[in-house]
C-alpha cells in the first residue's frame, strides 16, 4: 500500500521555524520525484518546493525562496521541508506528493496534476 505520512506541522509564532517530514512507503521511493504544497482555507492548493530524483534538483515557489529549504534521505525514505522566518501568510495544511520520475521532472514541478500520489497534510499555524 502506497503511504506519504506527513508530521512536523504545529503553531509557530512569526519568525520562528518549524521542520516537516514526509515518510513514504510501498513504492521505490528513489525513483519519485517529491513536491510539497500548502492549501490555505479559501484557497487553491499551490506549490511550495520539489526535490528531484535522482539528480535532486530543488524548486521553490518565489514566496518561500530563501525562508525555506527542501531535502530528501534516500535512505530513510523521507523528505524534510525547513521552514524558517516563517510569516503568518504560511498558514495552510502542507502536504507532501510524489511523482515518478522522468527527464523532464520538475519543469512542472508545481503542477498537481503531475503527482502519483498524495498524502493527507499537516497543518501549520503562524500566529503574529
Known amino acids: 500500500e502506497v503511504q506519504l505520512v506527513e508530521s512536523g506541522g504545529g503553531l509557530v509564532q512569526a519568525g520562528g521555524s518549524l521542520r516537516l517530514s514526509c515518510a513514504a512507503s510501498?513504492?521505490?521511493?528513489?525513483?519519485?520525484?517529491i513536491g510539497w504544497f500548502r492549501q490555505a482555507p479559501g484557497k487553491e492548493r499551490e506549490g511550495v518546493s520539489c526535490?528531484?530524483?535522482?539528480?535532486?534538483?530543488?524548486y521553490y515557489a518565489d514566496s518561500v525562496k530563501g525562508r525555506f529549504t527542501i531535502s530528501r534521505d534516500n535512505a530513510k525514505n523521507t523528505v524534510y521541508l525547513q521552514m524558517n522566518s516563517l510569516k503568518p501568510e504560511d498558514t495552510a495544511v502542507y502536504v507532501c506528493?510524489?511523482?515518478?520520475?522522468?527527464?523532464?521532472?520538475?519543469?512542472?514541478?508545481?503542477?498537481?496534476?503531475?503527482?502519483?500520489?498524495w498524502g493527507q497534510g499537516t497543518q501549520v499555524t503562524v500566529s503574529s
Open positions: 506528493a510524489a511523482e515518478r520520475a522522468h527527464p523532464s521532472s520538475g519543469s512542472r514541478w508545481s503542477d498537481i496534476k503531475m503527482y502519483d500520489y
Open positions: 510501498g513504492f521505490t521511493f528513489d525513483d519519485y520525484t
Open positions: 526535490i528531484t530524483s535522482p539528480d535532486g534538483r530543488l
